[in-house]
T-cell receptor, first 115, second 116 residues
């Protein structure tokens, strides 16, 4: 089956520190890869995505590159802010065989950024 | 309009009550989803509607009953729930279900449900 493994949190960083959240996947096909972010008390927002090998998704200073050879999609940001404190979910999507594409989520990584 | 809206934001209900959650999108998306999210966990898929037809039911108990009256609306009818059903219920939508794996799902803010 399909699965996503991401580093367990919580991760606590000082403001302006470098962030890496590791994500690896197992899939029975050629998935698209996503990072979603969930701020406290809110729903999920798409942060970035990549649909094929070597694609780099980027948004709001966050980046992740689709590495097929290592089945990875690690999230990075050069300088985090307090406002980046949230839970980050790595996810993949593949055709479910039932007329839709299903998301498979990792367990989530909680990031806390302190001033 | 790139928004998925959900009402109500919060809901408290007893185990004998009947209530409904509502989800709406006006992005022309033809796939809509219900997820259940417990604290500190990722969302778990409950149902998928593709072109207003139920295409996936992830073995959800019958006390949860989805309905898709039209391409913009998705309801989740609740009846005889248990306290363990308390969670955040998220709705999502995505473009043409046949459009490929790259179609992202857009999530609503969720309904925080508490069952007493």
């Amino acid at each position: 089956g399909n699965s996503v493994t991401q580093m367990e949190g919580p991760v606590t960083l000082s403001e302006e520190a470098f962030l890496t959240i590791n994500c690896t996947y197992t899939a029975t096909g050629y998935p698209s890869l996503f990072w979603y972010v969930q701020y406290p008390g809110e729903g999920l927002q798409l942060l970035l995505k990549a649909t094929k090998a070597d694609d780099k998704g980027s948004n709001k200073g966050f980046e992740a590159t689709y590495r097929k050879e290592t089945t990875s999609f690690h999230l990075e940001k050069g300088s985090v802010q307090v406002s980046d404190s949230a839970v980050y979910f790595c996810a993949l999507t593949l055709y479910s065989g039932a007329g839709s594409y299903q998301l498979t989520f990792g367990k989530g990584t909680k990031l806390s950024v302190i001033p | 309009d790139t928004e998925v809206t959900q009402t109500p934001k919060h809901l408290v209900m007893g185990m004998t009550n009947k209530k409904s959650l509502k989800c709406e999108q006006h992005m022309g998306h033809r796939a809509m989803y219900w997820y259940k999210q417990k604290a500190k966990k990722p969302p778990e898929l409950m149902f998928v509607y593709s072109y207003e037809k139920l295409s996936i039911n992830e073995s959800v108990p019958s006390r949860f009953s989805p309905e898709c009256p039209n391409s913009s609306l998705l309801n989740l009818h609740l009846h005889a729930l248990q306290p363990e059903d308390s969670a955040l219920y998220l709705c999502a939508s995505s473009q043409d279900p046949r459009g490929g794996a790259g179609n992202e799902q857009f999530f609503g803010p969720g309904t925080r449900l508490t069952v007493l």
